[in-house]
């Protein structure tokens, strides 16, 4: 038991941060790293010995995530809590920096989910591409093209385009000379 709080207990705020992320709902994602720790204490003794317990815990997030966001598709829309809808819609941002961290945010929030996926683990919570690769079980290859998708994706939709209508340095339009 003792090993167990010396590995797990440093990895809790990168799985609420990990989480949160996935999420977009503190108390979900407060529930899902509580629901993650119980699995993680249940199987502590049948892991394998040898295997990364970072890779195998953040496995466990991930895979229990994805059952909650599957569920919640089925379900009806994403909860928002009153005091955040009234707190958004009273505060303005008044910097350049709340600006672009919403913009983040948003742009975050339209890439597909196996691609915010990988684009968190390795960018977010510092993750090697092998260690991704275990935890969304998927080979390394995928890991390295999802993350390279998605950050074209993301450059072009920060720089102001969208994904699929961002023009190309072909597709720029010539200005035009008004008189």
Same mark, same amino acid.
């Given at each position: 038991m003792k090993d167990?709080? =010396?590995?797990?207990?440093?990895m809790i705020p990168a799985l609420?941060?990990?989480?949160?992320?996935?999420?977009?709902? =503190?108390?979900a994602a407060d529930?899902? %790293? =509580?629901?993650?720790?119980? !699995?993680?204490?249940?199987?502590?003794?049948s892991r394998r010995s040898h295997a990364d317990t970072r890779s195998w815990v953040f496995a466990i997030l991930?895979?229990?995530a994805m059952t909650a966001l599957r569920r919640q598709a089925g379900a009806r829309g994403l909860? %928002?809590?009153?005091?955040?809808?009234?707190?958004?819609?009273?505060a303005r941002a008044t910097q350049e920096d709340a600006l672009h961290y919403r913009d983040l945010m948003s742009a975050l929030e339209t890439l597909p989910a196996e691609q915010r996926s990988v684009l968190l683990l390795v960018s977010v919570e510092d993750m090697s591409y092998a260690d991704a690769a275990r935890v969304l079980d998927i080979p390394i290859g995928t890991?390295?093209?999802?993350l390279s998708r998605a950050r074209d994706r993301l450059l072009k939709i920060m720089e102001g385009g969208t994904?699929?209508?961002?023009?190309?340095?072909? =597709? !720029?339009?010539?200005?035009?000379? %008004?008189k």
């Open positions: 167990l709080l =010396q590995h797990v207990e440093p609420r941060r990990y989480a949160r992320a996935l999420l977009r709902e =503190q108390a529930d899902l %790293v =509580q629901d993650c720790l119980e !699995k993680v204490i249940t199987y502590w003794d991930h895979n229990l909860h %928002v809590a009153i005091e955040d809808v009234a707190e958004s819609l009273s890991v390295m093209s999802r994904p699929a209508t961002a023009p190309g340095p072909a =597709q !720029k339009a010539a200005l035009r000379r %008004v």
